[in-house]
């Protein structure tokens, strides 16, 4: 069977159809759905400087390749690269070694901040004297990092590489989790307040499944191997992955029904939540938060230790 749009041979069936693309027509599907993102969402404005979330892995390498490219011609949007080195030896330095050759090779500015430099030893170590789950910690550790980090660089937005898979997860953890006002700041783009202490992002990849993103990849020639940080399968998220990995192959289309629904009653949320959200600035680094301390400075104290600021 030839390629939907030409005569080539096909290369990847589209997930939920019977369509089969060739290489070049999947490029080209890829893109422009990234740029109907982008225009439904209205994600770039006129002076925009995004600030790329990058990890070397495929999903912000695709990203970050296709924010260059799309906004090319648009010399009043500037796109700069910013990647955090957790400090997981195997693994984050041979992302990013990778990531440095690209952003080489593409010619964008990239900056990477460690947890060793901002709070006092890499995860590493940190985890020596941590007892709960690898990514609750990183996880919050990262959060604080990419939205000062990218407001220290002047940036207006913050880019992620967020797909279909991943958002769905999240709508489900916080439904499991008993966290529907967290699912507030979900969506293609982010922030239910216009606060200047929170970076809004931006997420053009989120109708794309990690299996397009992969094949975009591998396509483009990006990399041929993908590592996954060795703390990933004890994490909450990869648990639901799972199950939803395992719903979306019985019943085809499972995970696309949780991103239409949830958008539809998204606009609902951010109405029921937009006041509940006394914003307090952190007594110790003044980023934002929602108590006295923020959960970065908690858990620098408590677990890092000989963390100062
Ligand atoms: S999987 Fe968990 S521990 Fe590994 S980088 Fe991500 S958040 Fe950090
Ligand atoms: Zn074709
Ligand atoms: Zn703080």
Do not use: W
Request: contains cysteine; charged residues 30%.
């Amino acid at each position: 069977m030839a390629c939907k749009k030409c005569v080539e041979n096909p290369v990847i069936q589209l997930p939920n159809s019977n369509v089969n693309l060739c290489k070049n027509c999947f490029i080209k599907y890829f893109e422009k759905k990234v740029n109907k993102t982008i225009g439904e969402y209205d994600l770039i404005d006129k002076k925009d400087h995004i600030v790329v979330a990058c990890s070397g892995g495929k999903d912000s390498t695709v990203l970050l390749y296709l924010l260059k490219k799309l906004t090319e011609k648009r010399k009043d949007v500037k796109i700069t690269a910013l990647a955090i080195d957790e400090g997981i030896k195997g693994y984050r330095d041979k992302s990013l070694d990778f990531l440095t050759n690209f952003c080489k090779e593409h010619k964008v500015e990239l900056n990477i901040f460690s947890y060793e430099k901002e709070f006092g030893k890499p995860l590493d170590e940190i985890l020596k004297s941590y007892n709960g789950v690898p990514c609750s910690i990183c996880g919050v550790f990262r959060r604080y990092l990419l939205n000062k980090k990218s407001k220290e660089l002047n940036g207006n937005k913050l880019a992620t590489g967020h797909n279909l898979d991943d958002e769905s997860q999240s709508i489900i953890m916080n439904y499991f989790r008993k966290n529907i006002k967290l699912s507030a700041r979900l969506g293609p783009i982010t922030g239910i307040i216009a606060d200047k202490r929170f970076i809004r992002r931006i997420k053009p990849l989120y109708f794309l499944t990690e299996k397009e993103i992969t094949s975009y990849a591998f396509l483009k020639g990006f990399m041929d191997k993908f590592t996954e940080c060795p703390h990933d399968a004890d994490s909450y998220r990869a648990q639901i992955r799972d199950m939803l990995n395992n719903f979306e192959a019985k019943y085809p289309g499972t995970k696309h029904s949780i991103i239409t629904s949830f958008l539809e009653i998204l606009p609902v949320l951010k109405e029921k939540y937009k006041d509940e959200q006394e914003i307090k600035s952190c007594k110790i680094c003044d980023e934002p938060c929602s108590q006295e301390i923020c959960k970065a400075c908690q858990y620098a104290e408590e677990v890092v230790k000989n963390f100062t600021r």
